[in-house]
């Protein structure tokens, strides 16, 4: 990484007083997130006590204090139980955590149409809340996948891009992983010109990820806990479901759904700004 302070004295602060401090603040950004407390291989990155995460030569992991940092540093509200995985180059990166919801029945059906519409109506009714306390505004543009569900694995994915306010593009995709006491939410942040190659990187990482003996979606017994919704709420982030048929969907998109979506998506833009591809930083 370049010295900031040496480049500013070379092309002259009067001529770049503004350009010089921002560029000043995303380098020390940028080393304070390559500073934090990443855990490398061989170590297994422990998600809670519910499930863990493999690592190799090329990811690295962070723990809940860790991620906690990891967020703040990124522009969002300090938040307990998230974990994070990303390449040693920071390419990419996803986010987890756990929702101790019960069993999630894999039965329904799902129409990407309607769930489109929750998510959109959602992302409206957001933006006020999320401009009042000057946090980046996203708008919902599209599926990049549209959600499917594989009974094998007892994963549910989907992919959305999302626009900042002065027309950049961002691509957050999303993995619930079914377990027996609920379900794990893991959110790839990427940039959307490799969105392709990062997924296939991302679902490559998660061969490494397994529920803790006891905590499988295969091992369900006869009086356990089951959630109250099913994988089409998942999408929509939860109570949203239930709430849509209500008309109560109002009343709570400020406390779910979108709010993890477009604030991860965040994440991406600045993350694509610090630190960027190798190749385009050649370019």
Request: net charge neutral; with cysteine; aromatic share 8%.
């Amino acid at each position: 990484m370049f010295n900031l302070r040496t480049l500013c004295t070379a092309i002259g602060l009067s001529l770049f007083s503004t350009i010089c401090p921002a560029l000043a603040q995303d380098n020390q950004l940028a080393t304070e997130i390559a500073n934090l407390p990443w855990q490398s291989y061989p170590t297994v990155g422990a998600i809670g006590s519910t499930a863990q995460v493999a690592l190799t030569n090329d990811l690295q992991f962070l723990a809940a204090s860790g991620s906690r940092r990891f967020l703040e540093l990124n522009g969002n509200p300090p938040r307990d139980g998230n974990y994070t995985l990303a390449p040693r180059s920071l390419d990419w990166f996803a986010v987890f955590t756990f929702e101790p919801i019960g069993y999630v029945k894999d039965d329904e059906r799902l129409d990407p149409d309607e769930l489109l519409r929750i998510l959109r109506e959602q992302n409206a009714a957001g933006a006020a809340e999320r401009r009042r306390l000057q946090i980046p505004v996203l708008t919902l543009d599209g599926w990049v996948a549209p959600p499917h569900y594989d009974a094998e694995t007892h994963r549910l994915e989907w992919g959305v891009r999302l626009k900042t306010d002065d027309g950049q593009t961002v691509s957050n995709y999303t993995v619930r992983l079914l377990g027996r006491a609920g379900v794990m939410n893991a959110v790839l942040v990427s940039d959307p010109q490799n969105l392709s190659d990062d997924i296939a990187q991302f679902k490559d990482a998660l061969r490494g990820f397994a529920f803790v003996p006891g905590q499988k979606y295969a091992e369900f017994r006869q009086g356990d806990h089951v959630a109250e919704y099913g994988l089409a709420a998942l999408v929509v982030g939860g109570a949203a479901a239930a709430a849509s048929k209500s008309g109560a969907l109002k009343g709570l998109v400020k406390l779910i759904g979108v709010a993890v979506l477009g604030g991860l998506g965040a994440i991406g833009a600045l993350f694509r700004r610090l630190f960027g591809r190798k190749d385009s930083q050649a370019a």
